[in-house]
């Protein structure tokens, strides 16, 4: 792991709890080859450093894009099941979502990655023959239930100490008690290009940067997995900030 953060943040420091280590990822888009050795850098630090309190957070965009979603939400539900785990929203879940409730926006999510998601579900995007509604019922039965509760109960934040993880920023100038969802889920410029010193420091992805971007009031972890190869990790305890 390498440290990115000591000298480039203005005093105080964003910090945890004691005791408190947090391992954070988003945008993993389907990679689950690249989340199984992350996983695993997990359990090799959790095995060497036995943190008091281990919060894992995964911050949205489980699906579409990369090979595949099924075993990636498999994964994350099976870990859920044996480690302290939060899961976000991200905007392809919120698609996704409201895509099974309005068919007629299949072609919008197929464009964005929906595509590779069906295929992992073993549906065809090709068998759509100018019928939405079809092709969408097959994934409803395709499906399994657990993928379903779990994209159901994703979070839109989640905030321990002074770090705030969402899956693509804020609005400045808005408290985060005030916060909308559209901008969780999808903001982007405005966010991107603040310098305001928030009330909580921000950790995010949804915007893809080349290595992990860390700034005085915020920080992007999503290294575009499904287009480079490379699913970063994030590692916070106390002031320090660790990322591989």
């Excluded at 709890?17 to 690249?34: K, Q, T």
Aim: net charge neutral; hydrophobic share 40%; with cysteine.
């Amino acid at each position: 792991m390498l440290p990115f953060f000591r000298s480039r943040l203005s005093k105080p420091k964003p910090q945890l709890p004691e005791g408190v280590r947090v391992y954070a990822m988003s945008d993993i888009h389907g990679c689950a080859h690249l989340l199984m050795p992350m996983l695993r850098v997990i359990d090799a630090d959790l095995a060497h450093s036995r943190p008091s309190h281990a919060i894992e957070v995964f911050m949205g965009d489980y699906i579409d894009r990369g090979p595949d979603t099924r075993s990636t939400l498999d994964i994350l539900i099976e870990r859920s099941r044996r480690n302290n785990t939060v899961f976000l929203k991200g905007n392809h879940e919120s698609f996704l979502v409201r895509v099974l409730r309005e068919p007629h926006l299949l072609n919008d999510w197929l464009r964005i990655g929906g595509a590779q998601t069906l295929a992992s579900y073993g549906v065809s995007s090709a068998d759509l023959r100018g019928d939405p509604t079809n092709l969408l019922r097959e994934l409803a039965r395709a499906i399994p239930r657990s993928h379903v509760e779990f994209l159901r109960n994703l979070r839109l934040s989640f905030t321990c100490g002074d770090f705030f993880f969402v899956h693509a920023g804020i609005r400045p100038g808005l408290p985060l008690s005030e916060q909308h969802e559209d901008d969780l889920l999808s903001i982007r410029d405005e966010f991107l290009k603040s310098d305001e010193h928030f009330s909580k420091y921000i950790v995010h992805g949804h915007t893809p940067v080349r290595s992990a971007e860390l700034r005085a009031n915020r920080a992007n972890i999503d290294t575009g997995a499904y287009a480079t190869g490379n699913l970063t990790l994030m590692s916070i305890q106390g002031t320090r900030l660790l990322a591989v």
